[in-house]
Structures are given as C-alpha cells and as structure tokens.
C-alpha cells in the first residue's frame, strides 16, 4: 500500500498535526510508534483520525510521544497532495498582550517534519505570493518599503506587511499564511532585527521552509557586517546575501526578481 509518511518525532501531549489536502478524499492517521509498526505491515492498528472529506485536517496528539501521520488512499479512489504542519500546544494558548518582547519566545507554528513521499505543499489560503519580506520596523523607511514597492512595481506578489495587514487582522494568523503560501523568503538583517520578537517568529519560518526544500531564502544585508551575522546564525552567514553597503535597494530589488523569474524562464 502506497501512503505519505510525516514523522512527528517526539511532541507533547496537545501537540496539533494539521494537515491540508489538495484533490480527492484521503485516510489521514495519527498514530504513536507501535500502532504506525503495525500499520506498515498490514496488521491491526489504532489511530486518530479516518476518512477525512475537508481540509485542513488537525489532529490533536493525546499523550507525549514518538508519534506519525499517514495519509493514503486505501478503499479511495483519485489522487491527493498533502502537506502539514505542527503546532505545539504552547501556541494554541491565548497571546499575552502584543510587544514584541513577549513574544521572543513564541514558538514557530511552521515546523519541518520529515515524510517517505514528497507530497506536495499546498496552500492554506488561495493567494500565493511571489515573495515574503521578513524586517525590522526600524529598516522600513530605508530600505524595506522602497524594496518592497520596486519589487511590486515589477510585478511581483509581495507579502509585506504595509501591502497585507488590515486592521482587525490576527497578526499570527496572517503572517503564518504568508509564511506559508510564499515561495521566496526575503529577510532584511540588520542590527536592530537581531533579538526583535515578530522578524525572529518569521525568521524562524523562513529558514524551516528553507530547509525543507519548500522555499528559497535570499537575504540581504543592511548597516550589518559579515562577523555579525555570522554571530547571530552561522547557517544564514553562509547564504549567498546582498549587501546595502554595496548595492541601492534598486539593484537589489532588481536582483531579487531576476531570481524569482528565473526558474519559469529557464
């Protein structure tokens, strides 16, 4: 039987798998480490979840442990995609009063999980942007909001936050589907951006995706040296960045589109 294997690894107790389809019905099944054994191998298995007609899907973990979402297509027919994402219980709490100190500490609601079968990522929400700009509010007048409208006058699908946030808006919640439904990251890292809640909480994001294959990150630099960067994340040191040193915002909004445009030229 062909399924699509997310190993959670080892989550709490409250822990959400969520899991968003793409096409026809599918089983979709939490199961801990002895029941996800016998599942493979044909034999009887408990599990939460079953036949799940909508998405997204979430399925809440019962107890600390090793524990594994399948989706397959047993007894079904058509086909599915799928992708998924872990909450931790933490992040289901209420928010505590919005400053961005609070919210150092919050943790990521996009998290990598390793699966058998790429599946696909699909969105959660219909708009899919081109690019998402992670900064600091103290690099908006310099360099952000010029990038982001150049990059906009280019005809890209930008997810800034001046472009997206209305009032009323959850903060978390669009800016996880922003996260979530861009296919570049772009981060703006300078001095003030290091230690700052909100751009850490996207920063976080951006690298998963990253990482996972789900998404390309481009950074660029601003009033920030290669010694600093590297003292704050050695990985994000070793990417390929541009620098406001070197280049005007414009060169680099330039840039940053011929890469986006690259691949569907080529």
Known sequence: MKFTHYKLGHVAAGTVAEVTLKGSAANVRLMDQS?????????RHRYDGGLANRSPVRL?????GTWHVTVDMQGLRGTVRSGIRVIPAEALKPLPAINE??????PSLVRNVTHEQAPGVDA????VFDVFISH????KAEVVRPLAAALRDAGLSVWYDEFELRMGDSLRRKIDKGLANSRFGVVVLSQTFFGRGWPEYELDGL?????????ILLPVWHNVTKREVMDYSASLADRVARSTATHTVEEIAAE???VIRSPADG
């Not at 029941?35 to 034999?43: Q, S, V």
């Not at 809440?60 to 600390?64: G, I, L």
């Not at 959660?124 to 708009?127: K, L």
């Open 101 to 106: 100190g609070s919210l150092r500490n919050l």
């Open 207 to 215: 690298v998963t995706r990253a990482v996972s294959g789900e998404q």
């Open 60 to 64: 809440q973990v019962p107890r600390s």
């Open 35 to 43: 029941n996800f054994n016998n599942y493979k191998a044909g034999r």
């Open 124 to 127: 959660a929400d219909d708009q």
């Open 136 to 139: 600091t509010s103290d690099d």
């Open 256 to 258: 940053i589109v011929n």
